[in-house]
Nanobody, 126 residues
Framework: QLQLVESGGGSVQPGGSLRLSCAAS????????IGWFRQAPGKEREGISC????????SDANSVKGRFTMSRDNAKNTVYLQMSSLKPEDTAVYYC???????????????????WGQGTQVTVSS
Protein backbone atom coordinates (compact mmCIF):
# COMPACT_ATOMS: atom_id res chain seq x y z
CA GLN A 1 0.00 0.00 0.00
CA LEU A 2 1.42 3.36 -1.04
CA GLN A 3 1.89 5.90 1.74
CA LEU A 4 3.10 9.48 1.44
CA VAL A 5 4.36 11.63 4.30
CA GLU A 6 5.16 15.32 3.90
CA SER A 7 7.47 17.16 6.24
CA GLY A 8 9.49 20.35 6.46
CA GLY A 9 6.75 22.91 6.76
CA GLY A 10 6.97 25.82 9.13
CA SER A 11 6.82 29.56 9.52
CA VAL A 12 9.22 31.85 7.68
CA GLN A 13 9.52 35.54 6.86
CA PRO A 14 8.93 36.92 3.37
CA GLY A 15 11.98 36.35 1.22
CA GLY A 16 12.97 33.30 3.20
CA SER A 17 13.46 29.71 2.12
CA LEU A 18 12.09 26.35 3.11
CA ARG A 19 12.52 22.80 1.88
CA LEU A 20 9.66 20.34 1.95
CA SER A 21 10.08 16.58 1.76
CA CYS A 22 7.73 13.87 0.60
CA ALA A 23 8.71 10.37 1.61
CA ALA A 24 6.97 7.43 -0.03
CA SER A 25 6.66 3.88 1.20
CA UNK A 26 5.41 0.93 -0.79
CA UNK A 27 6.04 -0.08 -4.37
CA UNK A 28 7.33 2.86 -6.39
CA UNK A 29 7.73 2.33 -10.11
CA UNK A 30 10.03 4.42 -12.22
CA UNK A 31 7.30 5.82 -14.42
CA UNK A 32 5.36 7.30 -11.52
CA UNK A 33 5.05 11.06 -11.23
CA ILE A 34 4.88 13.07 -8.03
CA GLY A 35 3.24 16.45 -7.72
CA TRP A 36 3.22 19.18 -5.13
CA PHE A 37 -0.05 20.97 -4.51
CA ARG A 38 -1.11 23.64 -2.09
CA GLN A 39 -4.37 24.83 -0.66
CA ALA A 40 -4.96 28.10 1.15
CA PRO A 41 -8.03 28.62 3.32
CA GLY A 42 -11.14 29.13 1.22
CA LYS A 43 -9.33 28.41 -2.04
CA GLU A 44 -9.11 25.48 -4.40
CA ARG A 45 -6.18 23.11 -4.35
CA GLU A 46 -3.50 24.34 -6.75
CA GLY A 47 -0.86 22.31 -8.55
CA ILE A 48 2.51 24.01 -8.27
CA SER A 49 5.18 21.55 -9.38
CA CYS A 50 5.61 17.96 -10.50
CA UNK A 51 8.41 15.58 -11.34
CA UNK A 52 8.91 12.44 -13.40
CA UNK A 53 10.75 10.03 -11.16
CA UNK A 54 12.57 8.25 -13.96
CA UNK A 55 14.14 11.31 -15.55
CA UNK A 56 13.91 13.98 -12.88
CA UNK A 57 12.21 16.32 -15.33
CA UNK A 58 9.99 18.86 -13.66
CA SER A 59 7.16 21.19 -14.53
CA ASP A 60 6.21 24.29 -12.56
CA ALA A 61 3.20 26.50 -12.30
CA ASN A 62 3.71 30.10 -13.34
CA SER A 63 3.03 31.27 -9.81
CA VAL A 64 6.17 29.58 -8.49
CA LYS A 65 8.40 29.34 -11.55
CA GLY A 66 11.90 30.54 -10.77
CA ARG A 67 11.32 30.35 -7.02
CA PHE A 68 10.44 26.71 -6.32
CA THR A 69 12.49 23.72 -7.45
CA MET A 70 11.61 20.04 -7.24
CA SER A 71 14.14 17.25 -7.00
CA ARG A 72 14.10 13.58 -6.16
CA ASP A 73 16.26 10.98 -4.48
CA ASN A 74 15.02 7.72 -5.91
CA ALA A 75 17.20 5.66 -3.58
CA LYS A 76 15.35 7.20 -0.64
CA ASN A 77 11.92 7.22 -2.29
CA THR A 78 11.80 10.90 -1.47
CA VAL A 79 11.08 14.05 -3.41
CA TYR A 80 11.78 17.59 -2.31
CA LEU A 81 10.41 21.03 -2.93
CA GLN A 82 12.97 23.77 -2.40
CA MET A 83 11.14 27.04 -1.91
CA SER A 84 12.94 30.37 -2.11
CA SER A 85 11.91 34.02 -2.19
CA LEU A 86 8.79 33.10 -0.31
CA LYS A 87 5.84 35.46 -0.35
CA PRO A 88 2.86 35.77 1.99
CA GLU A 89 0.64 34.43 -0.78
CA ASP A 90 2.61 31.17 -0.64
CA THR A 91 0.98 30.47 2.72
CA ALA A 92 -0.97 27.23 2.43
CA VAL A 93 -1.06 23.58 3.32
CA TYR A 94 1.27 21.78 0.93
CA TYR A 95 0.50 18.26 -0.25
CA CYS A 96 2.40 15.74 -2.29
CA UNK A 97 0.64 13.21 -4.47
CA UNK A 98 1.44 10.30 -6.78
CA UNK A 99 0.22 9.72 -10.32
CA UNK A 100 0.63 6.05 -11.22
CA UNK A 101 -0.26 6.35 -14.88
CA UNK A 102 2.32 5.72 -17.57
CA UNK A 103 2.67 9.06 -19.32
CA UNK A 104 5.37 11.11 -20.92
CA UNK A 105 4.77 14.20 -18.82
CA UNK A 106 3.56 15.09 -15.36
CA UNK A 107 0.38 16.97 -14.64
CA UNK A 108 -0.52 19.80 -12.29
CA UNK A 109 -4.17 18.77 -12.30
CA UNK A 110 -5.59 17.40 -9.07
CA UNK A 111 -7.61 14.71 -10.84
CA UNK A 112 -4.46 13.13 -12.25
CA UNK A 113 -3.31 12.03 -8.81
CA UNK A 114 -4.74 9.14 -6.87
CA UNK A 115 -2.57 9.05 -3.76
CA TRP A 116 -2.08 11.93 -1.35
CA GLY A 117 -0.14 12.74 1.77
CA GLN A 118 -1.54 14.44 4.84
CA GLY A 119 -0.11 17.87 4.08
CA THR A 120 2.30 20.20 5.83
CA GLN A 121 1.63 23.82 6.75
CA VAL A 122 3.74 26.61 5.30
CA THR A 123 3.23 30.10 6.70
CA VAL A 124 4.99 33.14 5.27
CA SER A 125 4.57 36.29 7.33
CA SER A 126 6.56 39.03 9.00
Amino acid sequence: QLQLVESGGGSVQPGGSLRLSCAASGAILNYYKIGWFRQAPGKEREGISCIILFSGRTSDANSVKGRFTMSRDNAKNTVYLQMSSLKPEDTAVYYCAVDKTDGESCSLTVRAYGYWGQGTQVTVSS
